[in-house]
């Protein structure tokens, strides 16, 4: 009797040790990373299991849904919306959204994907129903922001943060896309052209800048060469003039010599002019030659008087010939 007792508790140690072990590993849940596990006890939320290793009780508790918290992309379906000026366009667009409370994912709305696409799918077409076309095709960054915040305070409920919305494409009616076409090649041509006239202007005026540029450096070039000639018609006329005063002071001495130099210098001058008139080929002088040479002599020996030896040898150097010969120009 003793040995069957002790088998019947043996076995029942077995038994109690094996259901231990059968609830330990009924109770024993492990959350994959990216994931939450709602547990319910009696078919009611009760927590929920982060990523790792989670108990619940056997019998009592069950894991309910198994959450991806991890950032998904809902595909909205292309659909049809009128723009404030009645233009009809198709428009195609992504929804980016992360799943914050499992429980209110869960359990405060039925098929949520669906209810993220039907929400989209309205906001669209209410922003789409607010801009005129050329507004809706140029500001697309201002279409996803104001989609972002409608879409996230409308999600917020059920525990889920929308990250992102993006309009993948805008899509025109056909007619419509052959005007905007046509403008823009219009406006195109019209940019051309005014970027041409303004080229031609811009190289007109650069024309006239150094037309200006050279006439003013002209008229300075020519103020300066006619400084030049008064200055040098200046200096000779101040060298006559002392000379001629020389010649006078001379003659105020009572040195009749001067004044027959002064003389015989202008007829000298005014034969040499003759002589070399551009219209003159020959030129007679009507003098004897006798006459002429005295004169000649008689100005080398006035020079000699008035300026001394080596004014002479210069006057013999330029003296005039004999009266009677011809001068060829």
């Known amino acids: 009797m003793g040995s069957q007792g002790l088998d019947i508790a043996t076995v029942a140690l077995i038994m109690l040790v094996v259901a231990i072990v059968i609830a330990i590993a009924l109770g024993v849940r492990t959350v994959p990373q990216g994931y939450n596990f709602t547990v319910e006890r009696f078919g009611r939320y009760s ?3 982060g990523a790792g290793l989670g108990l ?5 508790d069950r894991i309910g849904h198994k959450v991806n918290v991890m950032e998904q992309v809902l595909d909205i379906p292309s659909q049809e919306a009128i723009t404030k000026d009645n233009a009809g366009v198709r428009i195609d667009a992504a929804a980016f959204y992360q799943i914050l ?5 869960r359990y405060e709305v039925s098929a949520l ?9 309205t906001n669209i077409r209410t922003v789409v129903g607010s801009m005129d076309l050329d507004q809706l095709l140029s500001h697309r960054d201002e279409i996803n922001e104001r989609l972002l915040r409608v879409m996230d305070a409308a999600a917020s409920p059920w525990g889920v943060k929308v990250t992102r919305i993006e309009i993948r494409d805008i899509l025109p009616p056909a007619d419509i896309v052959g005007a905007m076409n046509r403008q823009m090649k219009a406006e195109r041509e019209k940019r051309a052209a005014v970027l041409e006239a303004d080229g031609m202007r811009q190289a007109e005026i650069l024309k006239a800048e150094g037309l200006k540029q050279s006439q003013i450096l002209a008229a300075e070039g020519r103020r300066e060469a006619a400084f030049r000639d008064a200055e040098a018609r200046e200096r000779s006329a101040q060298a006559e003039a002392a ?3 020389m010649v006078s002071e001379a003659i105020s001495r009572g040195d009749i010599q001067a004044a027959n130099f002064l003389i015989a210098e202008r007829y000298t001058d005014a034969l040499k002019a003759m002589a070399s008139a551009p219209n003159s ?5 009507p003098i004897e030659a006798a006459a002429l040479a005295g004169t000649v002599g008689g100005i080398a020996q006035l020079t000699k008087a008035v300026f001394g030896d080596d004014a002479v040898a210069s006057r013999r150097a330029g003296s005039v010939p004999a009266a009677g010969r011809s001068v060829e120009g």
């Open 243 to 245: 000379a001629t005063a």
């Open 56 to 60: 619940i009780i056997p019998l009592f």
């Open 113 to 121: 994907d669906q209810a993220l696409m039907v929400l989209t799918m």
């Open 47 to 49: 927590r929920t299991l």
């Open 281 to 285: 080929k020959v030129v007679i002088v």
């Open 101 to 105: 409370d499992a429980a209110k994912a």
